[in-house]
């Protein structure tokens, strides 16, 4: 790309080429700016980019991407500029346009909403997949291509990734034959237009609901109008799917678009959820039979997937289906052979005479349905293992607090993403909101690894040991820097030295 050749990407309010060349790269860094290379400034909710822009020049940065508060003559002459009215969308403009526009060559699905995106994204991508269509899932558990895991860059523990990121990845996908799309829109990547310029041609709004990411938005209603902001990237033949169950649904402003339909369980909506019946295929399985009714047509769906709330998912995705006119049996067929999301409900093989369970759940929606799923079965005792998340709302922490004392018999306190927050003054703050009474089921551990030792070794016969709050994720954030853990890989390997041991006392 030309230096020249950024004009017919960007809205610029005001540009000047001083002399064109060919661009080496693009960067929002300025610390990984080399010679030749553009640099975005963007203000962020840490520090503002533009306070950067002499380190960038002196670096090697050939031309300037500003936002237009930002007073030119301080440039160099020797500067080429461009003005845009805001820059965050320009780095996703010009990220797009970097990558050849991939986002325009695949059938784009966007998933947001407050918890399930991560179930809900599995499942179309698996749906996809079974039926010979190939796509690529960009979001919290990683990146998926072809049925497999990959490692494309993915830097930080983030849900939507930053737009040269993304679009990397995206690029990387069309190279591969794909033709869909999948990514898990989150309220920050949003807010912090990750997703500006693409078009999307599906959209599904899983559920809406208060959460620990409101203190970033600063109120729920600027959270909600971040999450809403998804409907301008719908093209205006693409559907949107939206949960009318949702806490905040009458909270929201629904679109106006020809394929903009609502879905529920218990209320008038374009489409209803009628629950057939539940059979109890073991003591760790059950299968939930459905109908979907709408627009004067019904169809039976059936899932493996444990939780009442997959009906939404499931439903949703088999809507998506149609709308890209998949064969509807195939559809059906696809969705019912699906058992497994990676990150919920997984249950870790042992032969101690205990359930393992490491789960996602970490807001209390998604708590709520994991308690459902608890409560359908026997267990003598129920013990937790939860990290204190830092950087939310501290009614949340309470309500989060307040709620697992009243139905687990032992909680083992441990570390999960603190951000910025001092890890020791987090576990001060949980404590001090909880009774006497529900203080005694609490044991603090900070070390993740130590506290799901404990939980499994104190474990009796026939208990659940619940790991939630970060399923299949790999990394978490810690006083600004990313610390690696696998809550997957971690227990499996606690059971096994717990196996060993047992095995070698008998």
Request: proline share 4%.
């Amino acid at each position: 790309m030309l230096l020249s050749d950024i004009s017919a990407h960007l809205p610029c309010k005001k540009k000047r080429l001083y002399k064109d060349c060919t661009i080496h790269d693009i960067q929002r860094d300025s610390r990984h700016i080399e010679e030749g290379d553009v640099f975005v400034s963007i203000p962020g909710t840490q520090t503002d980019g533009h306070r950067y822009i002499d380190n960038a020049i002196q670096r090697g940065a050939v031309g300037i991407v500003v936002s237009e508060n930002y007073d030119c003559s301080l440039l160099p002459n020797s500067i080429s500029y461009w003005v845009v009215s805001s820059s965050a969308q320009a780095w996703s403009l010009l990220s797009q346009a970097w990558f050849q526009y991939p986002a325009s060559r695949l059938k784009m699905i966007a998933i947001t909403g407050t918890s399930g995106k991560t179930s809900s994204a599995h499942i179309v991508y698996q749906m996809l997949q079974s039926m010979g269509e190939k796509a690529v899932l960009i979001g919290t558990g990683g990146i998926f291509l072809h049925g497999h895991s990959v490692d494309y860059t993915m830097k930080g523990a983030v849900t939507t990734p930053d737009p040269k990121e993304l679009h990397y990845i995206l690029s990387k996908a069309v190279e591969e034959g794909c033709s869909f799309g999948i990514v898990e829109a989150s309220s920050h990547g949003l807010a912090q237009e990750r997703l500006f310029g693409v078009a999307l041609d599906a959209v599904f709004f899983v559920s809406l609901s208060p959460c620990h990411h409101i203190e970033y938005h600063q109120s729920e209603e600027r959270y909600i109008r971040a999450k809403e902001r998804i409907f301008s990237a719908v093209k205006k033949q693409g559907l949107i799917i939206i949960n009318k169950d949702a806490e905040l649904y009458s909270q929201m402003h629904i679109p106006s678009f020809p394929f903009c339909v609502t879905i529920s369980l218990f209320d008038n909506a374009d489409y209803r959820l009628f629950p057939s019946c539940s059979i109890k295929e073991n003591a760790q399985r059950s299968e939930h039979r459905f109908t979907l009714q709408g627009h004067n047509q019904s169809f039976h769906l059936s899932t493996k997937l444990p939780g009442e709330f997959q009906m939404y998912n499931i439903g949703a995705a088999f809507l998506i289906g149609k709308h890209f006119g998949l064969p509807l049996d195939l559809l059906s067929t696809a969705l019912e052979n699906i058992d497994h999301i990676p990150g919920r409900w997984h249950l870790i093989p042992t032969t101690l005479p205990l359930t393992v369970v490491v789960d996602k759940a970490n807001v209390l929606l998604a708590l709520r349905y994991f308690r459902k799923e608890i409560e359908s079965r026997s267990y003598t005792r129920r013990i937790l293992v939860f990290g204190n998340v830092g950087g939310g709302l501290k009614s949340s922490r309470a309500n989060i607090g307040t709620f697992f004392c009243s139905f687990f018999d032992d909680i083992f306190l441990t570390l999960d993403d603190p951000e910025t927050e001092d890890p020791t003054f987090g576990f001060q703050h949980f404590m001090s909101i909880l009774s006497i009474k529900e203080a005694k089921k609490v044991m603090i551990i900070e070390d993740r690894k130590k506290a799901i030792q404990k939980a499994i070794d104190s474990a009796p016969k026939g208990a659940i040991v619940a790991i939630l709050g970060r399923g299949n994720q790999k990394e978490y954030l810690v006083q600004g820097g990313v610390q690696m853990f696998d809550d997957v890989e971690v227990t499996k390997q606690v059971i096994r030295d717990k196996e060993n041991h047992v095995s070698c006392n008998q």
